[in-house]
């Protein structure tokens, strides 16, 4: 059984290299749109998953990471009061126009102030200077993928955010962000300074000076970030802290990320979209397959005339075609599998974007492929169903 479907699938080498490329970028697109998909989510909360807080303090009115109403930074100094809570730090995460000099280019960056030393950095990710660099004012860290849109190559150059002097001072990998676009990590001070006295005109500001200046009580900051004091109850600090901190919400590291993730995957329709495209993978996919398999059916069907005169049953022919069927799909997925990893390895280096590509998401195409074949070899397991042997005695 094995050899006669290893012979009708390369009987007709064309015929069988058509075939595979179409399981091939049915392999791909289906890996690929689903790692986007997923990468897309994982991306969307990065900054969140890789915070070492306890607790995400924001607005009432949070949607997700980067659509919240600030809260006064007054909001810090009341969490430090609550009981269970070791530390307080406040985040600022808003937009911001970039200005290169040499080029006198201008684009939109998402400043991302916060303690360098505090929860929200992970320093796991810098591979040039470090956060503590950030001490001093009017630095930023940038994602190496990011450095194109702001048109800078080397540590220590410098550019303009809302018109105030901002320098490169460090470069961090797996940080950047597809929905967020080109974030800029700095001190909450110096967030603060570009986000209140800055400017996104063309007139520079008078009132800056040379350091950045400190949060007031009622300067704007995005979210509160909390650390519990160890063997805390975080449900029973959480609502402790919506009662002292008015018009807030407090949620968990990991029910912050999962509302962003949602909010992008669901609320925004961009999976839905992605979705579609694996979707339209598999079909493309399906009718080239079955299309290959029917007319390789077609060719030989005085060959399965053949073995049904000579007393072979209707299961061995089929699993026949299905054999054929199985091997396309393995012979179609490894080379697909090989290329998206390629991809994603690439995409991810040079781009920062991350195609997401698990054990799981792979066995689970996988799966898809062979389905994908076996179920198209049931057009081709329809017409043998209706052969009649008496066919091999024809002209």
Known sequence: MASIARKNLLEDIPRFLVAQAG?????????????????????????????????????????????????????????????????AEGVIIDGALWHELQTDEITSVTL??????????????????SFNDLKQSFTFIIDKTGLDSIHLKRLGEVGEINNIPAKLVGFTQGTQSIIFGTLMFTSLETANTYRNYGTQTTTAPTNVGTSAKK?????????????????????????DLEQALPDTRAYTRQEMSKITQVYWQERSGIGFIL????VVGVVVGAVVVSQILYASVTDHIKEFGTLKAMGASDWFIYNVIIEQALWMAILGYLPGIALCLGVAAWTSTAQGIVILITPISAATVFGITVLMCVSSAVFAIQKVTRVDP???FKG
């Open 23 to 87: 399981i091939l970028f049915a392999v791909s697109l289906v890996t690929i749109q689903t790692g986007l998909q997923y990468g897309f989510a994982r991306s969307s909360s990065q900054l969140i998953d890789q915070s070492r807080a306890d607790i995400w303090v924001s607005s009432k009115n949070m949607q997700h990471l980067g659509l919240t109403i600030p809260i006064p930074y007054e909001q810090v100094t009341k969490a430090r009061k609550v009981a269970g809570v070791d530390k």
């Open 275 to 278: 979705g579609l495209g694996a």
């Open 215 to 239: 949060p007031t009580s009622t300067d704007q900051i995005n979210f509160v970030l909390i650390r519990a004091k160890p063997g805390q109850n975080i449900a029973k600090l959480k609502r």
């Open 390 to 392: 008496a066919i091999v």
């Open 112 to 129: 991302v102030g916060a303690d360098p030393q505090g929860m929200l950095f992970d320093r796991s990710t810098i591979v040039a200077g």
